[in-house]
């Protein structure tokens, strides 16, 4: 048995995320969530949104612009993160920038210079 099965959650939690991966953005609405109303991202593909906090936001703002109606149809890639909340160490969900493999696969190795 799988203890998360047990606790559902109606949106996406670290351990729904199985490996890092490129995934595209859909649209962000504004939910409640308890007593806070708080922005929250759907992703082309999945059915639970991800709850945005202030570090995702600001990461996907970095490379989208702050205008959350922009960020849809853009690629991201999610990851679980170990990060620090409340004095201990907890998995979450991390959005970064798309990898570059074009970049990565055409870029030449430094070499370093030779000293006499």
């Known amino acids: 048995m799988n203890i998360f099965d047990e606790f559902p959650s109606k949106y996406l939690r670290a351990n729904d995320i199985d490996h890092d991966s490129q995934v595209i953005m859909s649209h962000v609405v504004i939910e409640q969530i308890n007593d806070d109303r708080r922005p ?5 593909d999945f059915e639970k949104g991800i709850v945005l906090n202030k570090t995702n936001g600001t990461n996907i703002a970095s490379v989208y612009g702050p205008d959350t109606d922009s960020w849809a149809g853009k690629p991201m890639t ?11 160490s907890v998995e979450a969900i991390r959005l ?7 970049a990565k696969q055409t870029a030449k190795p430094v070499v370093p210079a030779q000293y006499d």
């Not at 999610?78 to 201990?88: E, P």
């Open 40 to 44: 929250v991202l759907y992703l082309q």
């Open 78 to 88: 999610i990851a679980r993160a170990m990060v620090d909340f409340q004095g201990r």
């Open 96 to 102: 970064y920038p798309p990898r570059r493999q074009a």
